[in-house]
């Protein structure tokens, strides 16, 4: 069975710029969640999507959107990029919903490298 | 909210020898401990899991315990390889209100041949 894919594996931008990246779950999970990964932070996560519908969101502003389409593939956009967005950034999948009343496991791809110059 | 603590931040071992990471919780209700690791340039890979109605886990070289009572959870690897040097991260979750994983600030390991 085929992982979690992720488009591009490395992008880089400048400030003030938008970028959309792109989460291919494994086949037949229909939860994918984004995170953002830096070295002082951490994992942080940014939102979970179930079924086309945004399950739960993070602590990051508005500037962070995403989405998901009928198929479950996910993307994720990230608006008048600043040079704080530098991130890899990851996306998971998992057959259930974290609202399920049980964690499935997650399941992550290699993640997207932004570099925001 | 859930807050996760994880020590240490970087451990040296010799080959052979064995490791411990440890984590803490902060919310009772949290009910799923997993482990990840993550090598150079690859996202974080599930090594194991534990769920709150057992104490312990084990796959091989690899064993989780968790002690519900003091709210923590420990990694064990024995007969560390130097293919063991990763970035471990442990997470923890509660199974209802749609909250999502929240992770330790990982754990830099070496294994030194």
């Known amino acids: 069975k085929a992982g979690v894919t992720q488009t591009p594996r490395y992008l880089i931008k400048t400030r003030g710029q938008q970028v959309t990246l792109s989460c291919s779950p494994i086949?037949?999970?229909?939860?994918v969640s984004w995170y953002q990964q830096t070295p002082g932070q951490g994992l942080q996560f940014l939102f979970e999507y179930f079924s086309e519908t945004q399950r739960n969101k993070g602590n990051f502003p508005g500037r962070f959107s995403g989405r998901q389409f009928s198929n479950s593939r996910s993307e994720m956009n990230v608006s008048t990029l600043e040079l704080g967005d530098s991130a890899l950034y990851l996306c998971?999948?998992?057959?259930?919903?974290?609202?399920?009343?049980?964690?499935?496991?997650?399941?992550f791809g290699p993640g997207t490298r932004l570099t925001v110059l | 909210g859930e807050n996760v603590e994880q020590h240490p931040s970087t451990l040296s071992v010799q080959e052979g020898d064995s490791a411990v990471i440890k984590c803490t919780y902060s919310d009772s209700a949290s009910n799923y401990f997993p482990w990840y690791k993550q090598e150079l340039g690859k996202g974080p890979q599930l090594i194991i899991d534990i769920r709150s109605n057992v104490g312990e886990k084990k796959d091989q070289r690899i064993a989780v315990t968790l002690n519900k009572t003091a709210k923590h959870f420990s990694l064990h690897i024995t007969e560390t390889q130097p293919e063991d040097s990763a970035v471990y991260f442990c997470a923890a979750s509660k199974p209802a209100g749609n909250t999502p994983l929240v992770f330790g600030k990982g754990t830099r390991l070496s294994v030194i041949a």
């Open positions: 086949s037949g999970h229909r939860s």
């Open positions: 998971a999948s998992s057959f259930r919903t974290s609202g399920s009343g049980y964690t499935d496991t997650q399941y």
